[in-house]
């Protein structure tokens, strides 16, 4: 069965360190996978997508087949990073699904 | 664009009862997907819905339904509601539902008393 699984509830860090935020995945084929985020009080967003290679808001996210591995990574976390972020992946027609999240705390 | 809306934002009900979420997807959007998530855990898929279609059902018993309409939005639908039915319902909105970027709503928050 298809599975996402981020181990970590919370991560709390300092401004300005580094966050590396833990998602695996168990899949069969190739799967699409994605980070979302909430922020306080708003709805859940995407943040990015391994598809598109894109930084956004200075957070990357490397696809590593060989370790099924999709964890997100900011070299200099802000305060505002603050939220909830849940990994996701997706095959072709077949559901979404989502890791149980983790909460980013920053701390000035 | 408003994005994607659902309605109500809020519902409390009694066990036993029925309830009805509506969702209007993304002008454009031709798929639907509905999730429950409860506190705590991250959002569990319920159904998805593309031109009209089921496509994909959760692990979800048959108390749970849902439709679309021909203007893409959709409904869903929960009978003799349990306790364990509160968490907050969110819909999704996706150009065709083949692993493309879903967008999401704000979500409507059941409580089951």
């Known amino acids: 069965a298809q599975r996402v699984t981020q181990p970590e509830k919370l991560l709390s860090v300092f401004k300005g360190a580094p966050v590396e935020l833990k998602c695996n995945y168990s899949y069969s084929g190739s799967p699409e996978l994605f980070w979302y985020v909430q922020y306080s009080r708003q709805r859940l967003q995407l943040l990015l997508r391994?598809?598109s290679r894109e930084s956004i808001k200075g957070f990357t996210a490397d696809l590593n087949k060989g370790e099924t591995s999709f964890h997100l990574k900011k070299p200099f976390a802000q305060e505002e990073d603050s939220a909830m972020y849940y990994c996701?992946?997706?095959?072709?027609?077949?559901?979404?699904?989502f890791g149980t999240g983790t909460r980013l705390l920053v701390s000035p | 664009d408003a994005g994607v809306t659902q309605s109500p934002t809020h519902l409390i009900k009694t066990r036993g009862q029925h309830v009805t979420l509506r969702c209007s997807p993304i002008s454009g959007h031709k798929s639907v997907s509905w999730y429950q998530q409860v506190l705590g855990q991250g959002p569990q898929f319920i159904f998805q819905y593309y031109e009209k279609e089921e496509r994909g059902r959760g692990n979800f018993p048959d108390r749970f339904s849902a439709r679309q309409f021909p203007n893409y939005s959709s409904e869903l639908n929960v009978n003799a509601l349990l306790l364990g039915d509160s968490a907050l319902y969110l819909c999704?909105?996706?150009?065709?539902?083949?692993?493309?970027?879903?967008?999401f709503g704000p979500g409507t928050r059941l409580l089951v008393l």
């Open positions: 999704a909105s996706s150009l065709e539902g083949q692993g493309e970027t879903q967008y």
């Open positions: 391994h598809i």
């Open positions: 996701a992946g997706i095959a072709g027609f077949q559901k979404l699904v």
